[in-house]
């Protein structure tokens, strides 16, 4: 390990981890950070010019609730959502930032080695917002973020890394914040998504908030007062942390005690497993009706069937969730590393792309072309064999090792469809709806063309408005989309209406959309977009939360 050290990093709804390759055994391990814990809080507290994050500032919640951000991943790449501190307004992207730091800060501490590049792992469904929104968090933090992976692929990694044999696996992720669910083929090592879906607002924390509307009643029904102990911003503090508590005991129990204070009067609350059970159950539902449609749309794709259903995130520690899943599919759920797998799938993937880049400079080495990286494929099987020889002695590994991290592939689907905006005219009347060019699921990387027709005589432009949706449909109804990105194509003058334009949408494996549009007409106009989205944070955000980073002081 040195300098050049790559990490994985999942930052995490409630929680997140750094993990790197441990090079004496060549396993992927979690950083321990100063408060000698493997998971940090993803809370960070306000103090002035520092930045409190992890343990301290869960902690402080209760008492600065004005100054105290969780959950913040479930606003990244929302346009207009701002955290006000002090007469200065912060995206999510910028307090995510300050997790990230507190990460890096750590590891530097406790290992000895800076963090510059890293993969950072998102929900398999987040849109191309988030996605960005998650990278610039990185780039503000003074990060390289080599790629930004869905979080199920890389449990998948990490457990595909020391699965036997090939096989379809249903990666059942229920977090914090967030849960997805992901049917996943390994073969040889790779790892290839075949559908995924899930709701980034639904996770732990849902649960534990049916468990305070119960201890308020409870309170409540006890007293007899007609106070809503949740009014009091103090007491709802304290009985968010009370009620994630009693969760977690459930998990090992099947009844613990709860005292809910509130307005001087005390109750004490006997939660059965049982009744938790009942109260959550909606909850637990909906993770079950997301499971199905998965598999569903892998049956539709070919493969609606799997070998094993892999439990990670926190959440998957509440005995409901196995006990369901086993009723649901028959099969006895396996819990891989419930919080550590994500973090360690994604240092293998980073660890899988540095060595790609060390190989393909010691090809340009041997190929007299110093500095310049030589893909594998255009070298004969002897020159790849010995780069790949000569990498694994420097950096003392096995060379069987070094191939097989080489060879492993990942690939992904596209976690929502993407379309335009047209006129549908249908019986004389004209409506607006999503055309859509790639369908949700469809493997990526991915091109797709189409033509469209001018609507006026004479249009001096096209708008391409470019939309983001769920469905799985050619058209869909313009509300159920959301508006991403604007591409314009300028006309040449005199083109009758019904004039060709080709739209053309490419979606590269990291999520990123580039958008073209030809004018198929004489003058042959041509613009190019990548949608950078409009709603994400603008360059001169960006430069300005930058700027402010040199002056903050983050810790534990
Ligand atoms: P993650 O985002 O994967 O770190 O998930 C953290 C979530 O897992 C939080 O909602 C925790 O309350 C929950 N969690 C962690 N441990 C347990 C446990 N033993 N029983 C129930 N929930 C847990």
């Known amino acids: 390990m040195d300098d050049n050290t790559v990490f994985g990093i999942d930052l995490g709804t409630t929680h997140s981890c750094i993990a790197y390759i441990d090079e004496a055994s060549g396993r992927p391990a979690l950083v321990t950070n100063a408060e000698g814990d493997l998971t940090t809080p993803s809370v960070v507290l306000f103090e002035g010019a520092d930045r ?75 849109g191309i917002a988030e996605r960005e929104a998650t990278a610039k968090a990185g780039e503000i933090a003074g990060l390289k973020v080599l790629e930004v992976i869905n979080e199920p692929t890389a449990a998948a990694i990490s457990y595909g890394v020391h699965a036997d044999g090939d096989q379809t696996v249903l990666v059942y992720d229920l977090g914090g914040g967030t849960f997805d669910v992901t049917l996943i083929e390994i073969k040889d090592g790779s790892v290839r998504v075949v559908a995924t879906d899930g709701d980034h607002l639904l996770g732990g924390r849902d649960w534990d908030e049916a468990v305070v509307d119960y201890l308020a009643g409870q309170w409540q029904q006890e007293t007899g007062s007609p106070d809503d102990p949740k009014d009091s911003e103090e007491t709802l503090q304290d009985l968010w942390q009370r009620a994630e508590d009693g969760k977690r005991a459930l998990s090992t129990r099947s009844e613990t005690r709860i005292t809910v ?52 995130g926190g959440s998957t520690r509440m005995p409901q969730v196995a006990a369901r899943l086993n009723r649901e599919f028959t099969v006895t759920p396996v819990m891989h590393d419930p919080d550590q797998s994500v973090a360690k799938g994604a240092a293998i993937y980073a660890q899988k792309l540095k060595l790609g880049e060390v190989i393909r400079t010691e090809i340009g080495e041997l190929t007299g072309k110093q500095n310049t990286p030589v893909d594998k494929d255009s070298v004969s099987a002897e020159v790849y064999q010995q780069a790949v020889e000569n990498v694994a002695t420097r950096a003392g590994l096995v060379m069987e090792a070094v191939k097989k991290i080489d060879r492993m592939t990942v690939t992904n689907v596209a976690s929502k469809s993407f379309g335009i905006v047209v006129l549908d005219r249908v019986d004389g009347t004209e409506r607006e709806v999503i055309s859509n060019l790639v369908l949700a699921q469809e493997p990526v990387p991915v091109t ?39 591409a314009v194509l300028p006309l040449c003058d005199g083109l009758p209406s019904g004039s060709p334009v080709d739209v053309t949408f490419e979606l590269t494996p990291d999520g990123r959309l580039k958008v073209t549009g030809q004018d198929l007409a004489e003058s042959g106009a041509e613009t190019v977009a990548v949608v950078e989205t409009d709603r994400g944070l603008s360059e001169e955000e960006l430069r300005q939360a930058k700027e402010r980073a040199g002056g903050l002081k983050v810790s534990g």
């Open 52 to 126: 409190v994050v992890g343990k301290e500032a869960k902690n402080a919640a209760v008492m600065y609730t004005d100054r105290v951000v969780a959950m913040v991943k479930r606003q990244m790449g929302v346009a207009d959502w701002r955290f006000s501190y002090e007469g200065q307004d912060y995206t999510a992207e910028e307090i995510s930032s300050y997790v990230l730091r507190k990460l890096a800060g750590d590891t530097k501490e406790m290992l000895g080695l800076p963090v510059r590049e890293v993969v950072i792992t998102c929900p398999a469904y987040f």
């Open 261 to 312: 204070s509130h307005g001087g009067q005390r109750v004490a609350v006997t939660l059965t497993r049982e009744k938790f059970d009942e109260l959550t159950a909606h909850l637990l539902e909906r993770t079950v009706e997301f499971t199905k449609a998965v598999l569903a749309v892998g049956g539709e794709l070919g493969g609606g069937s799997f070998d094993k259903l892999l439990l990670v």
């Open 448 to 486: 797709k063309s189409q033509t469209y027709a001018t609507v006026e005589v004479d249009q001096p432009r096209v708008d391409i408005r470019v939309m983001e949706n769920g469905q799985r449909d050619r058209t869909v109804p313009l509300e159920h989309g959301r508006a991403i990105g604007l």
